[in-house]
């Protein structure tokens, strides 16, 4: 029997209508737009404003967007794995409620956190379940509603994120094509510079908490920037020079949204040409989880049955990789 390998073969995504431009913002909180564009490169970001709808509308509204493209049975999904770092509520499982929405009924389904990493780690679960040949279709789904834990007073954070999904759909593939390789890193000492006080089992909802504004994103923005820079770097260069892979070689690189000179720095450390940097950062900001199948949705046109893709991504935790994957189809 062929090796198997595990490649994605379709992608979906959906975005809220609500845009929040940096002009906006400018009525906010003490910024304005050339200060944002210059050390963020975000000009805008969408909001998911309708009351009562949180991640799973959104998920749910990505997940059907693949399906109908791709033109699948949803009942013949074998699983469903939501990466997101803001589920609709705590202990019941985001993900499972969008399985039984979009009719995969025959689907196992759970989350999965890792902060802004959580769709890359998504992509390495979803192929080994992929590769270990019980399941042929895999349903991973990154999706966020960042606008729920985001201080709108505070210019450190609200500047910086927006809400969004994309999702993916993984199947078996024999032709050598699909995810090659993965170099994923964690560590312990990013605790205190990428959180949410208050919420957990530490410190659990009071009165206090509310008042005190602990139950939205901090960030030590010099920090986590200092971090993410030589972590996404590091690891990038890491996985092209165990794959024996030269700047040629990489057709694209599908780096987390986070900030634009994050990006810049990890594409100048791989050697490669701007051309060859995807970047939508200036439409949705940092959109967590979403980013990655984000940026696979926008630029699906240009994706190339077998190109050499590298994904990176560092989150909060701190969490953070690079995977390095063939791509497997044409768009039609």
Known sequence: ????????????????????????????????????????????????????????????????????????????????????????????????????????????????????????????????????????????????????????????????????AGAVLFEPNYEGLGLQDEFLRSDG???????????????????ETVENRQHFVFQDGKTVFKYAVSGMADVSEKIMTRNNLTKEDVNWLIAHQANKRIIDATASRMGLDEEKVLVNIHRYGNTTSATLPLLLSDFEDKLKKGDNIIFAAFGGGFTWGSIYLKWAYNKQ
């Open 1 to 164: 029997m062929n090796t198997i390998t595990a490649a994605i073969t379709a992608v979906g995504a959906y975005v809220p209508d609500f845009v929040l431009s940096n002009q906006v913002l400018e009525t906010l909180v003490e910024t304005n737009d050339e200060w944002i564009t210059t050390r963020t490169g975000i000009k805008e970001r969408r909001l998911l404003k309708e009351k009562g709808k949180g991640t799973s509308f959104m998920a749910i509204k990505a997940a059907q967007d693949l399906i109908n493209k791709a033109n699948i049975n949803p009942a013949e999904i074998d699983l469903v794995i939501m990466a997101t770092a803001t589920p609709d509520m705590p202990v019941a499982t985001t993900g499972v409620y969008v399985a039984s929405q979009i009719g995969a009924v025959n689907a196992f389904a759970y989350d999965l956190q890792a902060a802004c990493s959580s769709f890359l780690y998504g992509m390495s679960t979803a192929a080994a379940y992929i590769q270990s040949g019980r399941y042929k279709k895999v349903l991973l789904i990154g999706a966020d509603k960042m606008s729920s834990i985001i201080d709108y007073t505070d210019r450190a954070t609200c500047i910086i994120f927006g809400d969004g």
């Open 189 to 207: 000492i990013g605790r205190e510079y990428l959180k949410i006080d208050a919420g957990g089992s530490i410190l659990p909802a009071s009165k």
